[in-house]
């Protein structure tokens, strides 16, 4: 199975900071892997798919980059609404789409 | 508005059954697949289960593979999950998500529920 890692696991940020996320996959998934952001007792919400496409309304902020077995999210300017927890998911190999443990960004 | 409504969560014994609903709305049920992921509390994600548009092709998690049956009315615009010979790991908030294409290998979700808490205690 594709194991995905996440760096850091966690940040601290002030609002307008630029933010950069990265996702590392085992073996290659060519732009197989989407971003989604969760909120504390909320569900996920997707922003990237296919590596870099940013999902209709999400703001362009967000910007996703990568291919193969190395990924970033970024966030050119952090907004106060932007802290939460990131996840990288791979969907290029099935039966398992495996999920990143997560990045949660918090206030400096 | 698109909305994905997962119900029929609770607590259970280990050993026994329980089945998830998910209620679609705002959009055609039938041109998507569908999925099932879920979150044990505090943790991180993991896809459970996938299903076609048409349910010609389905998936599981290895961890859940035997145990637990995904299936959808679209019909109804429904989609469920029977979960037998439940465990103790098994518990977790479910999400029912969609997916962004009509086979469940292909794409991320785009739609996803509110969770349903399924609490496996004796």
Avoid at chain 2, 108 to 118: E, K, L
Wanted: hydrophobic residues 35%; glycine residues 10%; aromatic residues 12%.
């Amino acid at each position: 199975a594709i194991r995905m890692t996440q760096s850091p696991s966690s940040l601290s940020a002030s609002t307008g900071d630029r933010v950069t996320i990265t996702c590392r996959a085992s073996q290659g998934i060519s732009s197989y892997l989407a971003w989604y952001q969760q909120k504390p007792g909320k569900a996920p919400k997707l922003l990237i798919y296919a590596a870099s496409t940013l999902q209709s309304g999400v703001p362009s902020r967000f910007s996703g980059s990568g291919s193969g077995t190395d990924f970033t999210l970024t966030i050119s300017c952090l907004q106060s609404e932007d802290f939460a927890t990131y996840y990288c998911q791979q969907y290029y190999s099935y039966p398992l789409f495996t999920f990143g443990p997560g990045t949660k960004v918090d206030i400096k | 508005e698109v909305q994905l409504v997962e119900s029929g969560g609770g607590l259970v014994q280990p050993g026994r059954s329980l089945r998830l609903s998910c209620a679609a709305s705002g959009f055609t049920f039938d041109d998507y697949a569908m999925h099932w992921v879920r979150q044990a509390p505090g943790k991180g994600l993991e896809w459970v289960s996938g299903i076609s548009w048409n349910s010609g092709s389905i998936g599981y998690a290895d961890s859940v593979k035997g145990r637990f049956t995904i299936s959808r009315d679209n019909a109804k615009n429904s989609l469920y999950l029977q979960m037998n010979s439940l465990r103790a790991e098994d518990m977790a908030l479910y999400y029912c998500a969609k997916g962004r294409t009509a086979l469940w290998t292909d794409d991320a979700f785009d739609i996803w529920g509110q969770g349903t808490m399924v609490t496996v205690s004796s």
